[in-house]
Nanobody
Framework: QVQLVESGGGWVQPGGSLRLSCAAS????????MGWYRQAPGKEREFVST???????NYADSVKGRFTISRDNDKNTVYLQMNSLKPEDTAVYSC????????WGQGTQVTVSS
């Protein structure tokens, strides 16, 4: 079982930045896919970004150019740098890791408002 713990969420004004972290309980070197998803109130969970073990990245159109995903295998951590945040980015952000099954963290709240 892979335990994932997200941190770094909080409140920020529009245009601001946050960096989310997802710490894994195991060595992530061999985990092929790790990613971030978000769920806003009253909406379904949606894809944000993924990164492969080789460093290939993918982003939802709504965050391209503003968010950057990265991974530090030495720290067993995946990051999501979020810049130019908008109110519509407000959601609970969760990370996942794809092994034989999909593992999920508990999520961290991001609120963007003035």
């Amino acid at each position: 079982q892979v335990q994932l713990v997200e941190s770094g969420g909080g409140w920020v004004q529009p245009g601001g930045s946050l960096r989310l972290s997802c710490a894994a309980s195991i060595n992530i070197f061999s985990i092929k896919y790790m990613g971030w998803y978000r769920q806003a109130p009253g909406k379904e969970r949606e894809f944000v970004s993924t990164i492969t073990s080789s460093g290939m990245t993918n982003y939802a159109d709504s965050v391209k150019g503003r968010f950057t995903i990265s991974r530090d295998n030495d720290k067993n951590t995946v990051y999501l740098q979020m810049n130019s945040l908008k109110p519509e980015d407000t959601a609970v952000y969760s990370c996942n890791a794809v092994t034989i099954i999909v593992h999920w963290g508990q999520g961290t709240q991001v609120t963007v408002s003035s």
